[in-house]
């Protein structure tokens, strides 16, 4: 049974890499980035960094307080 879940998750892992793969030609850059020109230029890049920054703190410092809520209850138990 372990070898059956093992080559199933090994065959997963394969697709996604060959989706991965096939779409990244896809979706291929310009060689002008318009958007990120304008932003930079009118210096409103900085608050797309500060947002994206706010969010990825917000999502860690949650998923820390998950983790410390799920091990003191599993030590309770």
Known sequence: ??????????????????LF????PLMAQ???????DALRSSG??????LVLLSI???????LVRLERKISKLEKNK
């Open 30 to 36: 310009q060689d002008n980035p318009e958007m990120a």
């Open 44 to 49: 409103k890049i900085y608050v797309v960094v």
């Open 56 to 62: 990825f703190i917000g999502i860690i410092a949650y």
């Open 21 to 24: 793969f096939i779409a990244t």
């Open 1 to 18: 049974m372990k070898q059956y879940r093992y080559r199933k998750g090994l065959l997963r892992m394969s697709q996604l890499l060959l």
